[in-house]
Nanobody, 120 residues
Framework: QVQLVESGGGLVQPGGSLRLSCAGS????????LGWYRQAPGKERDMVAA???????NYADSVKGRFTISRDNAKNTVYLQMNSLKPEDTAVYYC??????????????WGRGTQVTVSS
């Protein structure tokens, strides 16, 4: 089995910062691309940031210059540093990973999500 668990969400004031973590565990042979997605109430789930196995990154226009995605391959963990948070960043944030299992099969896996609320 493969499991992704997000942590680090919470309530923060506008202009504040949060650091999200997503740790993978289970029958992992190799982790390829990683990404963070978010879904606000009444909205569709959208990509926030992604990072390739080589370290290349992509960001949604709405978070460029404020969010930074990084990964620690030794720990099977991906991070999302969120600075200068705005109320419109409020959403459930989900971790996604493309993983090759020990069995050889490669699939996308999702975490359960962590709530981020930006409010005064």
């Amino acid at each position: 089995q493969v499991q992704l668990v997000e942590s680090g969400g919470g309530l923060v004031q506008p202009g504040g910062s949060l650091r999200l973590s997503c740790a993978g565990s289970g029958s992992i042979f190799s982790v390829y691309a990683l990404g963070w997605y978010r879904q606000a109430p009444g909205k569709e789930r959208d990509m926030v940031a992604a990072i390739t196995s080589g370290g290349g990154t992509n960001y949604a226009d709405s978070v460029k210059g404020r969010f930074t995605i990084s990964r620690d391959n030794a720990k099977n963990t991906v991070y999302l540093q969120m600075n200068s948070l705005k109320p419109e960043d409020t959403a459930v944030y989900y971790c996604n990973a493309r993983i090759r299992r020990i069995s050889g099969v490669t699939n996308n896996y999702w975490g359960r999500g962590t709530q981020v609320t930006v409010s005064s």
